[in-house]
């Protein structure tokens, strides 16, 4: 079975860091592109990051110099690493695998990050 | 980067079609024909429906369907069910390797 389980959120300060964690069953996470995607309390949803297969990343301005996506093919798991947090990144973050032509199926069940002193 | 734009709510009665629209421009909606809609209901991940703007995952209901005019995708959910209440969010491919999506529809079966 094809599945996502996220992990690694929590309450952080502003200006902190938290890592945040994809394992991904019953497919390899470099032979996709990966994605993720947050959605703040309320809200609708944001795109954070890609990876595509040959390791090239992307983010949009929001969170581009803070957040860096990466993966590691021996623990077939994506992460998230997330320096100089803002309130603002408070959010569910969920990755995905992303399959041809660029829908994302399927999901993981998300993770909450809360950034607050 | 600006969203998608979709209506905040849409609303029908079981059995009847409802129809959600998402707008976006000439560097998305309007270029690529990379269209895909999710549907979350509370509290769940969001789920795909529909990818390049008319096709259904395997083992979809076939009462969801996708079309695209110009600048605009569409989602219609026809034989409405009380299962089908959720958030709906539109999702389009934007140039350099970018994704931008809407800002979600709340669909009530009334």
């Known amino acids: 079975e094809v599945q996502l389980v996220e992990s690694g959120g929590g309450l952080i300060q502003p200006g902190g860091s938290l890592r945040l964690s994809c394992a991904a069953s019953?497919?390899?996470?470099?032979?996709?592109?990966m994605i993720w995607v947050r959605q703040a309390p309320g809200k609708g949803l944001e795109w954070v990051s890609t990876i595509h297969d040959d390791g090239s990343p992307y983010y949009p301005d929001s969170v581009k110099g803070r957040f860096t996506i990466s993966r590691d093919t021996s623990k077939n798991t994506l992460f998230l690493q997330m320096n100089s947090l803002r309130a603002e990144d408070t959010a569910v973050y969920y990755c995905?695998?992303?399959?041809?032509?660029?829908?994302?199926?399927?999901w993981g069940q998300g993770t909450l990050v809360t950034v607050s002193s | 980067q600006a969203a998608l734009t979709q209506p905040a709510s849409v609303s029908g009665s079981p059995g009847q079609s409802i129809t959600i629209s998402c707008t976006g421009t000439s560097s998305d909606i309007g270029k690529y024909n990379l269209v895909s809609w999710y549907q979350q209901h509370p509290g769940k991940a969001p789920k795909l429906v529909i990818y390049?703007?008319?096709k259904r995952p395997s083992g979809l209901s076939d009462r969801f369907s996708g079309s695209k005019s110009d600048n605009t995708a569409y989602l219609t959910i026809s034989g409405l069910q009380t299962e089908d209440e959720a958030e709906y969010y539109c999702c389009s491919y934007r140039e350099s390797d970018t994704v931008v999506f809407g800002g979600g529809t709340k669909v009530t079966v009334l």
């Open positions: 995905a695998r992303v399959l041809t032509n660029w829908p994302f199926d399927p």
């Open positions: 019953g497919f390899s996470v470099n032979s996709h592109y």
């Open positions: 390049e703007v008319s």
